[in-house]
């Protein structure tokens, strides 16, 4: 036996260590918010002895809830594993956010698994379809390409209809799915057992339509199958053995090929058992699985003695512990008391913040098997196993190799984040405190990116979502941190209506040395991205060659301070224009370069009056890929956005539309949630700087 479980007093196993991949499955939950992730965790951890009992999500008391801000909204907010040993084998389970905002999540614990468990709610299917949000989720799972099997959870809740959900499922997912258990029912209706379609047990007690299924799953067993002769034999009315009906049902859930549907009641332990046996018997383990490629194209294996290759999938904070970083070993073994290389070249880099970037070498000093929270100590992570390590530097999607053989794996795809959220402190003398609070929450969230621009002047948090802003600043509280919120504001520019000439005259003279500078200045608008162009065509002298240079300092420096173009408005820096220096006057003594400069900005000024102005915005090049059921909401709400659809391509994936098109950056504040109303979630966007158009 290659798998042990440290017990503490009470029996809750709470260190588990494995020592060979072949005895490792990592299991990610997936499914919409609410189907019952969570609490089915518990519910495993409890039926394996793994803890005394079965936590609450209402009371706040499940082993993977136990942020703060996810105990407070009753709802998962971010990756959290739960391992137990079944039979020998260790299971990682790994509880991901239902809700859309935090896809970053789900996306970490598809990385870290190598096979899944699709929850869906008994409730949701008893229309005879499901909601468009699950599936989104099933489709993360498909371009995963991740094996998994659909759990019908909830099946005591009111309203709940099991049969009627499995047929949901198998219509909406396709092809691969169907169940393996029907429900045995109890006179008052509610479920006393699952009945088996494969073995026939418990004999006497099959369900209504149990042969019509029995016949769908073996059809959809033989169909997988990589045995022909299997075929044959099934046409040719022979029976085929359950042994080697359940080997092909095996084998096909760990290609991927097949999705067995089975339904789980959390709270009286029907379907566990069914569950287990799934998850140690058919899903893959990580020898079965391919690795991450690394960013030179390296080839790894699930080998504990090969290089190290681990990535960070999560990182958290902890007011004891400080930095939290769970881990998932690709190749190698992770020892403590061993020096690391932390990279971060596979990181694709947020379009709006500079991550923090790793390359150079740490100790991990402690290792930990991490029970939601709860962290104990451990000797060694290997190949294909995962485990937390404490005041680690390194960041969400970093890689942990050896110092004499550093890599990098390619990161997976983050969503990018599309609601931005102003920030200021409550207390002037608390802005050093929230810089810092900031730094350090956006170090724990990969989702985050913190942006200071520097036009507005505003510091300003982009989040995927509403629940996202509110879980980031409920966290800032937590933290000790008041901050207020203000309204975004988004940089103009200003270019010149027509052509025009314009004076600017420095004169002073107070006593002694004075200044003197006169400069003719002809301005004229250039078309859109051409910068700024100067050039000199003074004769005779009148602007002597020294100074020309700084006419030409003092116009580009007032360009880049920016001009108003009313009292009271905020200046706006001033984009492609030409100036050209036709005259002007000197001062044999009161002259000098920091005169003339003045003299450029003055002009610049004064063109303001003399060529009109006219006001740019930002444009934002969007990319939405939606259903096509949605498609025209969502031209109409693009329309009065002031948007111009550029085009429509059909999507990769049957049923999905990709929409094209320029928006003003004032119309996208809100656009994220306002998308994801329209389209129940499962719209995906991304956006791009354009170009400056003249407003309308």
């Known amino acids: ?20 991949p072949a005895d490792i499955r990592n299991v990610v939950l997936v499914g919409p918010s609410g189907s019952g992730k969570t609490t089915l965790v518990d519910a495993l951890l ?22 703060p801000a996810a105990v407070r909204q009753h709802r998962s907010i971010g990756l959290s594993v739960a391992p137990f040993v079944h039979d020998g084998i260790k299971v990682n389970l790994l509880d991901t956010p239902g809700y859309g905002d935090f896809l970053g999540e789900l996306r970490a614990g598809l990385r870290a698994a190598d096979a899944a468990l699709f929850v869906v709610p008994a409730a949701e299917g008893r229309e005879g379809t499901l909601d468009p949000g699950t599936l989104a989720l099933w489709e993360e799972c498909v371009a995963a390409g991740i094996p998994r099997a659909v759990v019908v959870a909830r099946c005591d809740a009111a309203q709940a209809d099991v049969e009627s959900t499995q047929l949901a499922c198998q219509d909406v997912f396709g092809s691969g799915v169907a169940p393996c258990y029907l429900p045995i029912r109890r006179d008052d209706g509610g479920m006393d057992a699952l009945y088996g379609l494969l073995s026939q047990t418990p004999a006497g007690s099959a369900p209504d339509g149990a042969e019509d299924a029995r016949s769908v799953l073996i059809e959809g067993i033989i169909e997988q199958s990589e045995d022909e002769a299997l075929m044959e034999g099934y046409l040719a009315g022979e029976e085929i053995p359950v042994g080697t009906l359940v080997d092909d049902l095996e084998t096909a859930v760990a290609r991927g090929a097949f999705h067995p549907v089975v339904p789980v009641c959390s709270a009286s332990g029907i379907g566990l058992d069914a569950l287990l046996e799934i998850m140690t018997g058919a899903f893959p383990s990580p020898q079965e699985r391919p690795l991450p490629r690394t960013v030179d194209g390296r080839e790894l294996a699930p080998d504990p003695d090969g290089p190290l290759a681990a990535e960070v999938v999560r990182t958290a904070s902890d007011p004891y512990v400080g930095r939290v970083s769970l881990v998932r070993v690709f190749s190698g073994t992770l020892r403590p008391d061993t020096t690391v290389h932390i990279g971060s070249g596979g990181v694709v880099p947020s379009p709006r913040t500079s991550p923090e970037a790793h390359d150079g070498d740490e100790k991990v000093a402690h290792l930990y098997s991490a029970l939601g929270s709860a962290l104990t100590e451990t000797a060694a992570c290997p190949a294909g196993d995962i485990c937390a390590v404490t005041r680690l530097s390194a960041g969400t999607g970093d890689t942990l190799s050896a110092t004499t053989d550093p890599l990098d794996l390619v990161a997976w795809d983050r969503p990018e984040p599309l609601l931005p959220i102003a920030l200021v402190a409550r207390n002037r003398g608390d802005e050093d405190a929230v810089a810092r609070a900031l730094a350090k929450l956006v170090a724990t969230d990969p989702a985050l990116a913190l942006e200071r621009n520097q036009e507005t002047h505003q510091t300003v948090l982009w989040c995927t979502g509403e629940a996202h802003a509110d879980v980031a600043l409920s966290r800032l509280r937590d933290a000790g941190v008041e901050v207020e919120t203000e309204e975004v504001r988004v940089p103009l520019r200003i270019t010149l209506d027509h052509a025009g000439r314009a004076t600017g005259k420095h004169v002073k003279q107070s006593g002694g040395h004075g200044q003197y500078a006169v400069c003719h200045v002809e301005f004229e608008p250039l078309p859109p991205g051409s910068g700024f162009e100067f050039r000199s065509a ?15 300092k003092g116009i580009r420096t007032q360009l880049e301070r920016g001009l108003a173009v009313a009292d009271g408005e905020p200046a706006h820096p001033v984009v492609d224009v030409k100036a050209t220096l036709v005259d002007g006057k000197a001062h044999s003594v009161d002259s000098s370069d920091a005169a003339f400069q003045t003299a450029g900005s003055l002009a610049l000024r004064e063109a303001v009056a003399a060529c009109g102005t006219t006001l740019l915005e930002p444009l934002d090049e969007v990319r939405i890929r939606i259903l096509d059921e949605h498609l025209g909401a969502v031209l109409g709400d693009l ?16 049923g999905r539309t990709v929409v094209r098109a320029e928006v003003p950056r004032t119309e996208l504040l809100r656009h994220a949630i306002d998308l994801r109303a329209m389209t129940s979630g499962t719209a995906t966007c991304t956006r791009a700087f354009a170009r400056y158009a003249e407003r309308a």
Not at 1 to 20: N, S
Not at 50 to 55: E, N
Request: overall charge negative.
């Open 46 to 67: 409890a039926h394996t002895g793994t803890i005394p009992r079965a936590g609450s999500v209402t009371e706040g008391t499940t082993t993977c809830d136990h942020d």
């Open 1 to 20: 036996m290659t798998v042990r479980a440290e017990r503490q007093a009470g029996g809750a196993a709470t260190a588990v260590a494995a020592a060979a």
């Open 639 to 654: 329309s009065g956005r002031r948007g111009r659809v550029l085009g429509t391509d059909v999507d990769d994936t049957p």
């Open 538 to 552: 003074v004769v005779g002298g009148s602007v002597p060659t020294q100074y020309v240079p700084s006419v030409e």
